[in-house]
C-alpha cells in the first residue's frame, strides 16, 4: 500500500522554508526521499532507518517517526533548485525483506518562485 | 560517477507488438528493479530482481512482462503484447545493497508511446 504524502503541492518564494510528509498504514523497515525534475529521473535524497532518526545536508534535513510510521522532509532557505516533485518511497514490514521494491507516494510539487 | 544507462530513450510501438527495454545497471549493484510513471503521476514498482531471479512483483507485472539479465551486465524488461495503457516512462534502477539501506539509482527512463 502506498504512503500517502502531503501536501500535493506548494508555491514558495525563494527562501522560504516547506515541510513534506509522508506517512504509512504499514509499520516501516525504512523511508527513502528523492527529488525528480521535469522530464528527469528521481534523484535519491536520503534514507531513514531507525525511528527518531534524522538526517540532512545542507538545508535538506528529514526526520522518521517510527511509532507514527511517518516521515518529514525539510527544506529551508529554499533556493530556485529545488524546485520538482519530491517522492518518499518506503520499505514495509510486511514485504519480504531487502530485495523488494520501494513502493512511492504520489508526490509533492514544489515549485520556488524568484 | 556511474550511471544507469537506458536504451532506447524513446520507443514508438502498436499496439500488439512485443518491446524490448534494455538497461545496464551500474556494475557492482545486486538489485535490479523497473518502474513505470504514466505522465504527471507517480513512480510505480513494477518488479525487482536479485541473485538472478524476480524478487517481488507488483500487481502491474502481469503475464504480458519479463525481465531477464541475459550476460551479466544487461538488465532488460520484455512487453509482450502492448496495450495502450503500457504508454509511460520506464525506468530502471539498481542498488549495490537491498532497498532496506541502500540508494536506488535510477537510469534517464525509457518513453514508451504505445499507438
Known amino acids: 500500500q502506498q504512503p500517502v504524502q502531503s501536501p500535493q503541492a506548494v508555491i514558495l518564494r525563494e527562501g522560504e522554508d516547506a515541510v513534506i510528509n509522508c506517512s504509512s498504514s504499514k509499520a516501516l523497515y525504512s523511508v527513502h526521499w528523492y527529488r525528480q525534475k521535469h522530464g528527469e529521473a528521481p534523484v535519491f535524497l536520503m534514507i531513514l532507518l531507525k525511528g527518531g532518526e534524522q538526517k540532512g545536508h545542507e538545508k535538506i534535513s528529514a526526520s522518521f517517526n517510527e511509532k507514527k510510521q511517518q516521515s518529514s522532509l525539510y527544506l529551508t532557505a529554499s533556493q530556485l533548485s529545488y524546485s520538482g516533485t519530491y517522492f518518499c518511497?518506503?520499505?514495509?514490514?510486511?514485504?519480504?525483506?531487502?530485495?523488494?521494491?520501494?513502493?512511492f507516494g504520489k508526490g509533492t510539487h514544489l515549485i520556488i518562485q524568484p | 560517477e556511474p550511471e544507469v544507462t537506458q536504451t532506447p530513450s524513446h520507443q514508438v510501438t502498436q499496439m500488439g507488438q512485443e518491446v524490448i527495454l534494455r538497461c545496464v545497471p551500474i556494475s557492482n549493484h545486486l538489485y535490479f528493479y523497473w518502474y513505470r510513471q504514466i505522465l504527471g503521476q507517480k513512480v510505480e514498482f513494477l518488479v525487482s530482481?536479485?541473485?538472478?531471479?524476480?524478487?517481488?512483483k507488483s500487481e502491474i507485472f502481469d503475464d504480458q512482462f519479463s525481465v531477464e539479465r541475459p550476460d551479466g551486465s544487461n538488465f532488460t524488461l520484455k512487453i509482450r503484447s502492448t496495450k495502450l495503457e503500457d504508454s509511460a516512462m520506464y525506468f530502471c534502477?539498481?542498488?549495490?545493497?537491498?532497498?532496506?539501506?541502500?540508494?536506488?539509482?535510477f537510469g534517464n527512463g525509457t518513453r514508451l508511446t504505445v499507438t
Open positions: 530482481f536479485y541473485n538472478n531471479e524476480i524478487s517481488e
Open positions: 518511497g518506503t520499505l514495509d514490514k510486511g514485504s519480504g525483506g531487502g530485495a523488494d521494491g520501494l513502493t
Open positions: 534502477a539498481s542498488s549495490d545493497l537491498s532497498s532496506y539501506n541502500s540508494p536506488l539509482h
